[in-house]
């Protein structure tokens, strides 16, 4: 077995474990593998340890990376969950199954007119930023109920839930908290008619945490790929 195919094993303990400390099915938490700066082999390593859904932060790099395993094309999900600039939205909306990071009705309305028809309606996200800490993307929990009803009635897309990325926290139960926020802004929205069923929190280092409140799905990266290269080394 490779080392990413041990690393998916052991991050589906944890998410199996964290279910079970809060009392969940396990399947209702799916794993999305962040594979951004890791090129096309360790997907084909993490596909062939039965790995499908794979998340993306930058469009022009990921579009070669789907190009590079267009062979397992109709294998794979990919999720684009990086922050999107209105010039990638072509891009998105004719390469990806899935988009967490919406937080803009003009993004949204592109993303819906520049969907292909031939292909499924492109499953949305709302990015609700939680914290206003130094993660800036997402719309205020207060902001994400009129955006919620807006982009749900957008033809070529479908809204599945809500994705939040807190700060990090010094421990579980703060963590926990911080993630509480998305889990009540899903809630309120369900609770207004809206139809949401994925809960998009908690990567690497705080997957428990986002578990117990609720996630349906985690964002794993660094624990299923190892380590990526820290931007600001480069210039040293
Ligand atoms: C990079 C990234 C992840 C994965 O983070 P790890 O800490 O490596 O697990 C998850 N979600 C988003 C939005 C990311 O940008």
Redesign the pocket.
Known sequence: MTTIGDNLQQVRARVAKACKSAGRDAAGVQLLA?S?TFGPEAVRDAHAAGQRAF?E?YVQEALSKIEALADLRTELEWHC??PLQSNKTRAVAEHFDWV??VDRLKIAQRLSEQRPAELPPLQVCLQVNVDGGANKSGVTPAEAMALASAVAELPRLRLRGIMA?PEPAPDFAAQRDLFMRAAVVFDDIRQAGVALDTLSLG???DLEAAISAGSTMV?????IFGG?PQPAARSG
């Open positions: 962040v951004k998340g932060n969950i990086g967490h990071s990325i990567m690497s280092a964002r794993v990266g660094t624990a990526r």
